[in-house]
């Protein structure tokens, strides 16, 4: 992964072998890519590189980090669930995201566009931020497969590291599990899964 923010506009973030091709997705946004970091700037926030994306912050939070895909381009909050979203125009990244957290450009010159919405959404967050607001705790229901139960009840220590896991990363094996149709290919992905549930990791984390 890239270490340096400005790479990233030129070359990607380093995460595939796409990087620094013509292939790469940021290659497709690039005037839309430097138009979303402008705003950044303009509205004061502080640039970093975090997750190897550039990653904007103010009072010592995340505001909002960018993304680039093959079909589009998009600038996504932290704490999305404090937002009020007044225009309408914040978007969930998936069907597992819990709130609408993104503005997904899929043209360049739509930066342009949504500039004063873009610029009151991040004055927005910031105001949060510079006010320690965070959103309220929600209680999680998790649709644990009988497969996953059965497997913690007959194995110990795989329960125990797994209760000792964040409520996020709990999620992520439900959810992953839970995407698999057959019985034995859950039980097969729980057995490839113990180890870094007891190493304390999520689904996704390498």
């Known amino acids: ?49 975090k997750w190897a994306h550039p990653c904007y912050m103010a009072a010592g939070r995340n505001i909002v980090i960018i993304g680039a895909f093959r079909k589009d381009f998009r600038l996504s909050f932290f704490n999305a669930a404090l937002m009020t979203d007044t225009h309408q125009v914040l978007e969930k990244q998936g069907a597992n995201t819990r709130h609408p957290d993104m503005i997904r450009f899929t043209r360049n010159d739509q930066v342009r566009e949504l500039k004063p919405i873009v610029l009151s959404y991040l004055d927005e967050a910031i105001g949060y931020a510079k ?62 899964f113990r180890d870094k549930i007891i190493a304390g990791k999520g689904a996704q984390e390498r």
């Open 1 to 49: 992964m890239i270490t340096d923010i400005e790479e990233y506009f030129v070359n990607g973030c380093g995460r595939c072998e796409r990087y620094a091709t013509s292939d790469c997705s940021t290659r497709h946004w690039t005037s839309g890519l430097e138009a979303l970091r402008q705003l950044c700037l303009e509205a004061g926030l502080e640039e970093t590189l």
């Open 131 to 192: 006010a320690g607001s965070k959103p309220p705790k929600e209680a999680i229901r998790l649709d644990y497969p009988e497969e996953l139960s059965e497997a913690l009840d007959a194995d110990v220590e795989l329960a125990e590291a797994f209760n000792r896991l964040t409520p996020g990363r709990q999620r992520s094996y439900v959810i992953n599990l839970n995407g698999a149709k057959k019985p034995e290919t859950r039980i097969a992905r729980i057995a490839k």
